[in-house]
């Protein structure tokens, strides 16, 4: 099969004729089309995330979309031609998905929502799983709830906010002016992050009471913020880049809770595989529903094009960017 394979920290990607991968019995095999490019794609390979290594030389990738084309002896909910997304290798010297076909554990996919493109649905999988992991899995957000989304118009913001509104919050968003209209247009009222500190917008939106989930998608000093917007008792801070040394006093006065999301480790331990599945079909329902879709970058990039991709990524993207591999 035809792969793109990268040989040292921050090498080119190799056009290479690669084996067609064998199954085991619970996986399928997918012919790619689309591969997603997320920040944490750049980062991998440039052997700067000690939290998601991949041995080089080696396939890079997480997300994709494609079309399954042999099934598993033990796997019964999907069959040949079934359209199918996920976030699925390229840590953990599992193979990635800037290749032609991938085999696939089977309960780490979904059937693609029907109303997506291959391109809108690879851009989905792990912005989706990071923010349902945080506000669904560890916030429990609520109908009426007040929600603050740190980087609502980013790759896992942007999806965040929508969850928020599917699930009945009502949804705010720190963002520069000039996205303003990205973060309107999903549902949530702006916040000028550059102009607004945190204890101005708290009395502002929440009379001084803080809100009931922060979710950073920052870090640094983003998450210490997070810490002083929470309610008090009740409030839940969450962050899936809460890497850093942090003082954890404004939230302990605070008497507020915080979780930790780290969205790779069914990739990286085998554990959990069948709740990104179960996350996926849910957030395919949404999709279908009209309330979660993907904000795509406005170009398109073929394989060719991979490198570009990725410069354009770490640089700081507007909207998803995707390969299209077919």
């Excluded at 942090?246 to 709740?275: D, E, I, K, M």
Aim: with cysteine; glycine share 12%; net charge negative.
């Amino acid at each position: 099969m035809r792969s793109y394979i990268v040989h040292e920290p921050n090498g080119p990607f190799i056009e290479s004729d690669s084996p067609r991968p064998i199954l085991t019995s619970k996986q399928v095999l997918v012919r790619i089309y689309a591969s997603g490019v997320n920040p944490l794609d750049t980062k991998i390979r440039a052997a700067k995330a000690a939290h998601a290594e991949q041995p080089l030389p080696n396939i890079l990738g997480l997300d994709m979309a494609g079309t399954i084309e042999e099934v598993g002896d033990d796997v019964s909910q999907f069959h040949r031609g079934d359209d199918v997304y996920g976030m699925v290798g390229g840590v953990g010297n599992h193979q990635g998905t800037l290749a032609e076909y991938i085999a696939v554990d089977a309960s780490l996919i979904a059937h693609k929502p029907s109303v997506l493109s291959m391109r809108e649905a690879a851009a989905l999988p792990l912005s989706v799983l990071t923010a349902w992991e945080g506000l669904v899995d560890r916030a429990h957000v609520t109908e009426g709830q007040q929600v603050l989304i740190h980087a609502g118009a980013g790759g896992i913001g942007h999806v965040a906010v929508q969850l928020a509104r599917a699930f009945g919050a009502h949804v705010y968003a720190t963002t520069s002016a000039g996205k303003f209209d990205i973060v309107r247009g999903f549902g949530a009222t702006p916040i000028d992050y550059a102009v607004e500190p945190v204890e101005e917008y708290v009395a502002k939106y929440t009379q001084g009471r803080g809100f009931d989930i922060v979710y950073d998608t920052v870090g640094g000093a983003t998450l210490d913020a997070s810490f002083k917007a929470v309610k008090r008792y009740t409030g839940h801070a969450v962050s899936c880049l809460g890497w850093g040394t942090h003082a954890l006093a404004p939230l302990s006065f605070r008497g507020a809770n915080y979780s930790g999301v780290f969205t790779l480790l069914p990739l990286l331990t085998g554990q959990g595989t069948a709740h990104h599945g179960e996350i996926l079909a849910e957030a395919s329902k949404l999709v279908e529903a009209g309330k979660l879709k993907p904000l795509l970058n406005e170009r398109c990039f073929s394989p060719q094009e991979i490198a570009e991709a990725h410069a354009i990524v770490a640089s700081g993207a507007n909207g998803k960017v995707v390969i299209e591999m077919s």
